[in-house]
């Protein structure tokens, strides 16, 4: 099952930006659409961006004109790029293959990282 090594979180003020990478630590996703998740404490985690194999992109409302995700399927790897940050992107950020369609992302298909901790306050 591919396995997933999530990097670039921090902490930040509101208005900042942030570029995480996702890198594939075995299997090949390039025939699989890629998400990033967010998680926070007490909640489910929560798929927030999707790039298709084709390069098609979705993205939840409360990110739209912010977060860009794209991918590198030569590299296996997978980005998002994090602008105008707010105090609501805090949280853990996890990447996965992405099984079912978009909105739902309950089925993955890779196993989950240690993910990367985003933190934006002032």
């Known amino acids: 099952q591919a396995q997933f090594a999530e990097l670039g979180g921090g902490s930040v003020q509101p208005g900042g930006s942030l570029k995480l990478s996702c890198i594939a630590a075995?299997?090949?996703?390039?025939?699989?659409?890629m998400g990033w998740y967010r998680q926070v404490p007490g909640k489910q985690r929560e798929l927030v961006a999707l790039?298709?194999?084709?390069?098609?992109?979705n993205y939840i409302d409360s990110v739209k004109g912010r977060f860009i995700i794209s991918r590198d399927n030569i590299k296996n790897m997978v980005y998002l790029e994090m602008n105008n940050l707010k105090p609501e992107d805090t949280g853990v950020y996890y990447c996965?293959?992405?099984?079912?369609?978009?909105?739902?992302?309950?089925?993955?298909?890779?196993?989950w990282g240690q993910g990367t901790q985003v933190t934006v306050s002032p």
């Open positions: 790039a298709t194999n084709d390069g098609t992109t």
């Open positions: 075995r299997g090949i996703f390039s025939i699989h659409s």
């Open positions: 996965n293959i992405i099984l079912s369609a978009w909105p739902s992302g309950a089925r993955v298909g890779g196993s």
